[in-house]
């Protein structure tokens, strides 16, 4: 799996997104340590707070069929039914999730316009300082 089939990966997910009320699209697409990669979209809710972000939904679809060890991340989002003109960064809600589950170092977070225009990150750079399971001595 390269960095550009990742991106489009998370382009193809972002079409299953749920967004009535931002009307804003995101998908996401988990690269697992073992090459399995898990798609992801946002899901809102009206009662606003249940609402689930795409890297969520896609960390959580891989934990639950067992996966542990994670390699990548690519996201895309902007208003639905538009083409993605602008680099979504993870919220701070999902770098914590990321926190959980992944190495800081070694995580690489892809943002994307299109499977041609990306940037890449790692966790540490987007959350440096965190706290992580290794505070609470796990
Ligand atoms: N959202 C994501 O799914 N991922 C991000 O990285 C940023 C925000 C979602 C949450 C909400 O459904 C919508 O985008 C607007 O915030």
Redesign the pocket.
């Known amino acids: 799996m390269t960095d550009i089939e990742l991106v489009r990966a998370a382009i193809a997910a972002r079409e299953n ?1 749920y ?1 009535p ?2 009307h ?3 998908g ?1 697409a988990l690269l697992c340590a073992d090459g399995t990669v898990y798609g992801g ?4 809710n009206a009662a606003y707070s249940p ?7 896609a960390i959580f679809r891989a934990m639950f069929d067992g996966h542990r060890d994670f390699a990548a991340i690519a ?1 895309v ?1 902007g208003p639905e039914g538009e083409p993605i003109s602008e680099l ?4 701070g809600v ?1 770098r914590q999730v990321m926190r959980e589950f992944c190495d800081p170092a070694t995580f690489r977070i892809l943002m994307g316009i299109s499977e041609d225009s990306f940037i890449e990150a790692t966790l540490a750079e987007l959350l440096p300082h965190g706290f992580g399971p290794q505070n609470l001595g796990k």
């Open positions: 997104a967004a009320y931002s804003f699209a995101v996401a979209c946002n899901i809102e609402g689930n972000c795409a890297e969520r939904t996201v989002g979504c960064a993870p919220c999902c």
